[in-house]
């Protein structure tokens, strides 16, 4: 039986990040900007930050797990 919960959650969680395809931290002309699909140099370093934070957060702290097979 294979662990398929690292790779659903990471998997996840790269969709939902993408800068600019549900919201962008910061915005071009306000804070949060939701579905303009553009991007900066500085929300791509915000959205890699919260990813990264947020894939250890599940992966290590509440240890998600899915087994299938």
């Known amino acids: 039986m294979e662990n398929w919960g690292p790779v659903l959650v990471s998997v996840l969680l790269f969709v939902l990040l993408t800068p600019g ?30 990813y990264f934070s947020l894939v250890c957060v599940f992966l290590l702290a509440i240890k998600v797990h899915l087994y299938l097979g």
């Open 21 to 50: 395809l549900l919201f962008q931290i910061p915005g071009k002309q306000r804070c949060v900007e939701f579905g303009n699909f553009h991007t900066s140099g500085a929300s791509i370093m915000l959205h890699s930050l919260l």
